[in-house]
């Protein structure tokens, strides 16, 4: 496994008088996909957005690139390259899918000044972004929603990736879409932090894998070595893969 990129320690969150993580251990190696699996209310998504500096973590420490950003706040967050897909896509539905993008590239005043070169290689990945371009967003389907929503995270350079569920809902072959898009980007040295509920996407993707349960990570290692044993699959998830 690859030096980690990211690094959460001994992490505790509380929402109101709600005490939701319970000291989360997680590492993203540099590189890889990770997984981050669970049932529902395991505290996956509360995991993102204490990452991202949208609800603060109470205790521990969070490490990008060995530099503590614990306390780092969502824009100073993206701007060390980090970039976050939540699971409602947050879609700007008046705007069209041009202006969607433009938002996210910060180094643009205008669509004009985009990178044609990097657009160009999202075109390629997410076809349905080009075709679209002059469209409000709103009107688009569920999927192509939420390849915008991956397009627009990614139209700069970034180092890491964090995804919620981005097959909610998808179609088979919308899905196999974006499972070819996300091993693109890992081609390019992108690291990317996935929540996924499909298994066929996570066993498509998955370098390492950790399980949630109850607020902690009760399982981490090897994506392989998970789908390999059925009974450990039951005992972390209640299923088999």
Excluded: C
Aim: aromatic share 4%; glycine share 10%.
């Amino acid at each position: 496994m690859s030096r980690p990129l990211l690094q959460l320690q001994g992490v505790h969150t509380h929402i109101g008088v709600y005490h939701i993580l319970h000291g989360v251990d997680l590492q993203v190696p540099e590189g890889q996909v990770t997984l981050l699996l669970g049932r529902n209310g395991a505290g996956k998504t509360t995991t993102l957005r204490t990452l991202m500096g949208l609800w603060p973590a109470s205790q521990g420490q969070l490490l990008f690139d060995g530099e503590d950003i614990t306390q780092a706040d969502t824009p100073s967050l993206a701007q060390r390259g980090i970039a976050y897909v939540p699971e409602t896509m947050g879609i700007f539905s008046d705007l069209t899918v041009e202006e969607n993008m433009l938002l996210a590239a910060r180094q643009a005043q205008r669509a004009a000044q985009m990178d044609r070169q990097r657009l160009a290689w999202i075109f390629e990945l997410f076809p349905a972004v080009e075709k679209f371009w002059r469209h409000p967003a709103g009107k688009l389907s569920g999927g192509q929603k939420q390849m915008l929503a991956v397009a627009r995270a990614i139209v700069e350079p970034r180092r890491l990736l964090v995804v919620d569920e981005p097959s909610k809902g998808l179609a088979p072959a919308i899905i196999d879409n974006m499972i070819e898009a996300f091993l693109k980007l890992k081609a390019t040295g992108v690291t990317v932090l996935l929540v996924e509920q499909n298994l066929h996407m996570a066993q498509s993707l998955g370098d390492q894998v950790a399980v949630m349960d109850d607020g902690r990570v009760v399982h981490s290692g090897r994506m392989a070595d998970l789908s390999a044993d059925e009974g450990l699959q039951r005992r972390l998830l209640g299923l088999a893969l």
